[in-house]
C-alpha cells in the first residue's frame, strides 16, 4: 500500500526520493509524487502510473529543493489520477498520507465552512487543510501538527513538509508503520523519513521506529519524538539490517522468479533456525511463555496467502499435537465475536506483519487472554512488536506483491511449531520425531529438485493462457496448497481460478467442467491418492482438460489421458505442500509473463494492506 518517504538533505533530494520511492514499489501503488521547496516555496510533481512517468516528468522540470517528502499512492479514496496522487498541498503545507482518516467527510465539511477549497476525492487532503487551519490561528507549524492530530480518527502514517520552513520535517504514526533515520558517512547531518528501513536503506542503518501514537519533530539537527500526549519520549535507535540485502534481481527478470528460486535457500535457512538437524529434534529458537501441554486450543488467523499457509497448518497441529484448531481469515474472526477458551493460543501468520485485519485479530485475542504466538517475515513490524512470542520466518525481504518464498518460509515454521508441541502433548515420541525432521530437512533438495522443472512447469503454463478460468483441485494438505495455486493464478495473470476440496467436486464444479477447462490436480501419491484419481476421472470423462502435479507413481495410478504433467520427485507425505509450492507459483508466473503481465506488480493488489 502507499509508501512514505522524506528527506532534509544537504543536496538536492527530488532523485533520491524517487530512488528510495522505488524501494517502496513492492507494496503496490497506481501513482507516486514528490514535493520539495524551492527559494522556500513548496512545489509538487505528481504523477499517475509507475514512477518512470513521475521520473520523465523531473527529467523534464527538475527540482532542486534540499527538502522533501514522496509517496506512491494505492488509491483507496478516488481515482488513481495525478490529481488525487500525493503530496496534497494548500499555500503552507504539504502531506503524504498512508492509511485511511475515517471522519474526513465530517472534517472536510469544517473546513469547507471555513473558506478551505478541496481540489481532490481523497481523504488524504483533509490533512494538509487541517494543519494549515490550525496554523492560520497563528500556531507554529509543530503546534498545529500536534493540535491536528487529535482530530483525526482512523490509521495514519503522515509525512509534513512546509512552505519556508527548509529545516523541518515532521512525521506522525498512528496504525500504519514509520521509521526515522540517521544520515551516516557522506550523508552525515541529513535525516530521513520512510515506511520501512528498506526504503532508507541506501542512506543509512541507523533506524528508529514510531510507536503507536508518536509524531516526530526532524531538523538536522536530530530527531524529536513525541508521544500521542505531546510529551517528549526517548525511542531506541536500532541498526537495520535492511541495507545487508540486495533489493535487486540479481539475473532474474523479476523479483517474483528470483523469490520463487530463492525457496530452496531460505527454507533452508528458516529451517536450520529451528531445527538441531544432528539430534533430529525441533529446537525452538525461543522460550514459550505458556505450556504446549496444558493448550486448549489454537485460534489460527491471517489473510490471502498467509491464511492458506495456516490452512496446511491445521492439518499439522490435529495430527501431530493432536490439538484442535479454529482458522478464520482475519478479516472475519474480528467480526464473529468468537467466545476464545481459557488456555487458548491464538497464531497469527503474516509476512508483512502490518496487516490491518490481522493486527486487528490479535488485539482481539489478546484483549481475551490468549496466549499470542506471531509468525512473522518483518522482525520490526507492529504485529511482532504486539505479540508475546515472535516465530520468525528468514525469507528476507520479499518485494513481488504476490508472496512466494514467504509463503513457504511460513509453512516450514508451523511445521517444526506443530512437531514441538506435539512432543510437549506426549503424541509424538522421539524417533517420530526424528523421522518428521528428517523429512523436513530434506525439502529444500527436494524444493531444488522441483525448480529444475521449470521447462515444463512453462509449457503447462503457456497451455493455461488461453483459458478463461481454472480450477485447482487437491485432498488433504493438498486442498490449500489448491486454493493458493489457484490465488497465484488469478492474482498475477488475471484469469479466473478456483481451489477446491477434490472431494468437494461433484458438490458444484462439475457444472463447470469441458474441453476448455483446464483442472490443474495437486496429487502427491498419498493416503488420498485413489480417492483424487476418482475424482480425474471424473473429470476425464466430461472432457476436462487434466494437468497433474504429481510423482511417478501418482502419475500410474491415475491411469487417465492428461493434457499436462509436472513430475515431482516421490516424498514423505506429511510436508509436500512446501515442495509443491514450486510448481504451483511457477505455472502462475510463466502463465502470467507469456501474457504480458505486470508480475511483480499486478494492477489493483497491494503488498502490505494496511487498511481494512
Ligand atoms: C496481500 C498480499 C498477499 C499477502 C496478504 C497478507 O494481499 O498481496 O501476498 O498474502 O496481503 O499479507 P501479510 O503481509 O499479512 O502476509
Redesign the pocket.
Known amino acids: 500500500m502507499c509508501g512514505i518517504v522524506g528527506i532534509l538533505g544537504a543536496r538536492p533530494v527530488a532523485g533520491e526520493l524517487v530512488e528510495a520511492l522505488k524501494r517502496l514499489e513492492y507494496r503496490?501503488y497506481d501513482s507516486a509524487g514528490v514535493a520539495t521547496l524551492e527559494s522556500g516555496r513548496l512545489i509538487r510533481r505528481r504523477a499517475q502510473g509507475k514512477l518512470r512517468n513521475l521520473e520523465i516528468l523531473l527529467s523534464e522540470a527538475p527540482l532542486k529543493g534540499l527538502i522533501g517528502i514522496g509517496h506512491t499512492r494505492w488509491a483507496t479514496h478516488g481515482r488513481p489520477n495525478e490529481t488525487n496522487a500525493h503530496p496534497h498541498a494548500n499555500g503552507s503545507v504539504a502531506v503524504v498520507h498512508n492509511g485511511i482518516i475515517e471522519n474526513f467527510r465530517e472534517l472536510r465539511e469544517g473546513l469547507r465552512a471555513r473558506g478551505h477549497n478541496f481540489q481532490t476525492e481523497t481523504d488524504s487532503e483533509v490533512v494538509a487543510h487541517l494543519v494549515a487551519d490550525e496554523m492560520q490561528t497563528g500556531k507554529g507549524p509543530v503546534a498545529a501538527v500536534a493540535a491536528a492530530l487529535p482530530q483525526l480518527r482512523g490509521a495514519f502514517a503522515l509525512a509534513f513538509l512546509f512552505d519556508g520552513q527548509d529545516d523541518l520535517l515532521i512525521g506522525a504514526r498512528r496504525g500504519s508503520p514509520l521509521a526515522v533515520g540517521w544520515g551516516e558517512g557522506e550523508q552525515q547531518g541529513e535525516m530521513y523519513l520512510g515506511s520501512d528501513a528498506l526504503a532508507l536503506a541506501p542512506f543509512t542503518s541507523e533506524i528508529a521506529y514510531l510507536e503507536e501514537g508518536d509524531w516526530v519533530v526532524l531538523t538536522r539537527g536530530g530527531a524529536e519524538f513525541h508521544d500521542a500526549s505531546g510529551a517528549i519520549v526517548q525511542r531506541a535507535r536500532v541498526r537495520s539490517q535492511a541495507s545487508a540485502f540486495l533489493v535487486d534481481k540479481g539475473e532474474h527478470r523479476h523479483f517474483m522468479a528470483k523469490e520463487i528460486h530463492e525457496q530452496p535457500e531460505v527454507v533452508g535457512r528458516t529451517l536450520a533456525h529451528y531445527l538441531d538437524m544432528s539430534a533430529g529434534k525441533v529446537r525452538l529458537p525461543f522460550d514459550l511463555p505458556f505450556d504446549a501441554n496444558a493448550l486448549s486450543r489454537i485460534t489460527l488467523t491471517?489473510?490471502?496467502?498467509?491464511?492458506y499457509a495456516g490452512l496446511v497448518a491445521r492439518y499439522w497441529f490435529e495430527r501431530f499435537a493432536r490439538i484442535s484448531v479454529d482458522i478464520d481469515v482475519a478479516s472475519e474472526f474480528r467480526y464473529r465475536e468468537a467466545p476464545l477458551p481459557e488456555r487458548g493460543l491464538a497464531i497469527v501468520?503474516?509476512?508483512?506483519?502490518?496487516?490491518a485485519d490481522?493486527l486487528a485479530s490479535l488485539r482481539y485475542a489478546k484483549d481475551n487472554g490468549q496466549h499470542c504466538l506471531a509468525v512473522v517475515?518483518v522482525p520490526t513490524s507492529t504485529?511482532a512488536r504486539e505479540s508475546s512470542v515472535v516465530a520468525p520466518t528468514l525469507a528476507g525481504p520479499e518485494i513481488g506483491?504476490?508472496?512466494t518464498k514467504?509463503?513457504t518460509c511460513?509453512l516450514a515454521v508451523l511445521a517444526c511449531l506443530a512437531i514441538a508441541f506435539g512432543r510437549a502433548r506426549g503424541v509424538l515420541d522421539e524417533k517420530e520425531e526424528a523421522r518428521l525432521v528428517g523429512d523436513l530437512i530434506a525439502l529444500p533438495g527436494l524444493m531444488a529438485k522441483a525448480l529444475l522443472e521449470e521447462p515444463a512447469i512453462e509449457q503447462v503454463a503457456h497451455g493455461l493462457a488461453h483459458a478463461r478460468s481454472a480450477l485447482y483441485l487437491g485432498r488433504g494438505v493438498s486442498f490449500p496448497l489448491a486454493l493458493e495455486g489457484a490465488l497465484k493464478l488469478k492474482?498475477i495473470s488475471y484469469i479466473h481460478a478456483e481451489g477446491y476440496a477434490a472431494g468437494e467436486l461433484k458438490h458444484g464444479p462439475i457444472a463447470l467442467i469441458d474441453e476448455d477447462m483446464p483442472v490443474i490436480v495437486i496429487a502427491p501419491k498419498d493416503a488420498t491418492i485413489e480417492k483424487t484419481v476418482s475424482n480425474m476421472q471424473e473429470v476425464a470423462a466430461r472432457g476436462g482438460r487434466i494437468v497433474l502435479v504429481g510423482d511417478a507413481a501418482a502419475r500410474e495410478e491415475a491411469a487417465v489421458a492428461l493434457a499436462g504433467a509436472i513430475d515431482m520427485a516421490p516424498m514423505a507425505p506429511d510436508f509436500t505442500p512446501i515442495v509443491y509450492a514450486v510448481p504451483a507459483q511457477l505455472i502462475a508466473y510463466h502463465a502470467a509473463v507469456f501474457m504480458g503481465k505486470d508480475v511483480d506488480q499486478p494492477r489493483n493488489?497491494?503488498?502490505?494492506?494496511t487498511v481494512e
Request: proline share 0%; glycine share 10%; aromatic share 6%.
Open positions: 503496490g491471517a489473510c490471502g496467502t498467509a491464511y501468520v503474516s509476512q508483512s506483519g502490518e496487516t490481522t517475515n504485529i506483491v504476490a508472496s514467504a509463503f511460513q492474482e493488489l497491494a503488498k502490505s494492506v
